[in-house]
């Protein structure tokens, strides 16, 4: 059993930053995908970005590309997502989610991958 707590969000204006933070309890094993989720007022849950825990490979979905940066700290058993460049489009709450047979997984973007889910964190961006 894997419980994720996410931190770091808040309120911040277009073009600005802000780092979110996913700690997770529990043993993180070579086999996990951990994602990063984003839920908007009325819309799906969409799909940001995934880091395979054994090889640091990510892959982020196009409109965060160049913008956003998943990374991890395998001694902290956290995950993080660094957010440049905010626009009022990134509003949501963000989520972090964790795929223990992950590595089997060509692509884990979809909310049916990922077992274990965090609370959420809120970022709102102001225009």
């Known amino acids: 059993q894997v419980q994720l707590v996410e931190s770091g969000g808040g309120l911040v204006q277009t073009g600005g930053s802000l780092r979110i933070s996913c700690a997770a309890s529990?043993?993180?094993?070579?086999?996990?995908?951990m994602g990063w989720f984003r839920q908007a007022p009325g819309k799906e849950r969409e799909f940001v970005s995934f880091i395979r825990w054994n090889t640091g490979s990510t892959y982020s979905t196009d409109s965060v590309k160049g913008r956003f940066t998943i990374s991890r700290d395998s001694a902290k058993n956290t995950v993080y997502l660094q957010m440049d460049s905010l626009t009022p489009e990134d509003t949501a709450v963000y989520y972090c989610?964790?795929?223990?047979?992950?590595?089997?997984?060509?692509?884990?973007?979809?909310?049916?991958?990922?077992?274990?889910w965090g609370q959420g964190t809120q970022v709102t961006v102001s225009s």
């Open positions: 989610a964790a795929a223990p047979q992950g590595y089997i997984m060509a692509l884990p973007t979809t909310t049916t991958s990922y077992d274990y």
């Open positions: 529990g043993r993180i094993g070579n086999s996990y995908v």
